[in-house]
């Protein structure tokens, strides 16, 4: 049996060691995530980059750390 599982985009988000938020601001990103999936959505959905960007920009700027966006 062969199964393909669709490539997507995904969020690379690096949280500097030092931060001292750095596990409130994992919670937050995480809380981004199941607000997504309350909506029925997922990781998969196509438009999920651009659904959830401004929500990670803003935690950007509240927190200090780097994003990038890859095709896996």
């Known amino acids: 049996m062969k199964v393909r599982i669709p490539k997507h985009r995904e969020f ?3 949280i500097d060691d030092n931060e001292p938020k750095q596990e409130e ?4 990103l995480q809380q981004i995530l199941k607000d997504y ?3 029925g959505k997922s990781v998969y959905t196509p438009s999920f980059i651009e659904d959830n960007e401004d929500k990670v920009k ?3 700027n509240e927190y200090n750390f780097t994003y990038t966006i890859e095709l896996k």
């Open 58 to 60: 803003a935690l950007q």
């Open 12 to 14: 690379i988000i690096s």
């Open 25 to 28: 601001c994992w919670a937050k």
């Open 37 to 39: 999936e309350k909506e």
